[in-house]
């Protein structure tokens, strides 16, 4: 079975390699059977074409392996980008690898991909979140949970809940820096840079920027300076490990590695504990 990315939007993303399988397998399961037939006859095949979306994937599992083990091949796509990315397709993959069948990525175009490569945001580490939940309450008890990661934060979003959930950004991130990609490889395509507050003025003040599917990128937080880190908390487990008899270097380890920092840092400190000071 073959993973095939399709276009997010501009049709002559999706590969030769993509544009070449999509006319040589026997079915095509889509998450949508008929905007993937209108980029099928853009591309002049006619494959079989079955539905599978987070509805009816488990019940396809059966029927897709029969066609595997009839020695035909299958394509899975959703409908746009690449599949499982926030997309059906991780319970037939799994399933399908767990009966030893041949799973091939055909990669292709990702919409959190094309956006960070383009925002302006650290790239060596991100951490993707796919969609947020729909009400705030549950959005910002997210959102709060992610407020220390350092790595760059990649969400979707979409139109109808872009105002609100920039707002929540608001409240839990301040005026940490955001990019937001709108409508990746169509038209009218778009990329906003500033706080979560500037970008909301921005989409009141053109309310056609607010139009459109959203990636929307926030700043990893910056690192965190040992020195603040040395609580009481911290100087409470240092001495609680020095008094059962812990040894100032493996004292030291211990903390760093729950609470990160130096290892000579919290040494000096633990130290200074156990000498009095």
Not at 195 to 222: N, S
Request: with cysteine.
């Amino acid at each position: 079975m073959y993973v095939v990315a399709t276009p997010i939007g501009n049709l002559e993303d999706l590969s030769p390699r993509a544009a070449r399988l999509l006319g040589e397998v026997a079915l095509v399961a889509a998450e949508d059977t008929r905007h993937t037939s209108r980029l099928l006859r853009h591309l002049g095949v006619a494959p079989a074409v079955m539905s599978l979306h987070e509805h009816n994937e488990a019940g396809r599992v059966e029927q897709i392996d029969r066609r595997l083990a009839a020695g035909e091949d299958v394509a899975l796509v959703s409908d746009a980008g690449t599949p499982l990315i926030s997309d059906p397709g991780f319970v037939l993959v799994r399933e399908l690898r767990a009966r030893q069948r041949c799973i091939v990525p055909v990669p292709g175009a990702c919409a959190l991909v094309a956006a960070l490569s383009a925002a302006g945001l650290a790239t060596d580490q991100f951490l993707f979140n796919g969609f947020l939940p729909a009400k705030s309450g549950p959005r910002r008890t997210r959102l709060e949970a992610l407020v220390e990661h350092q790595a760059s934060l990649v969400f979707y979003e979409s139109p109808h809940r872009i105002h609100a959930t920039l707002a929540d950004l608001a409240r839990v991130f301040g005026e940490r820096p955001l990019v937001l990609a709108r409508e990746l490889t169509k038209t009218f395509e778009t990329f906003l840079a500033g706080t979560a507050d500037t970008l909301i003025a921005r989409l009141e003040a053109d309310p056609d920027q607010a139009r459109g599917e959203f990636v929307i990128m926030v700043e990893g937080a910056p690192p965190r300076d040992v020195s603040e880190s040395v609580t009481i908390e911290a100087d409470a487990l240092l001495s609680s490990l020095l008094a059962e008899g812990v040894g100032v270097k493996q004292a030291a380890g211990s903390v760093a590695r729950l609470l990160g920092g130096a290892r000579k840092t919290w040494y000096a400190r633990a130290q200074r504990l156990k000498d009095g000071d």
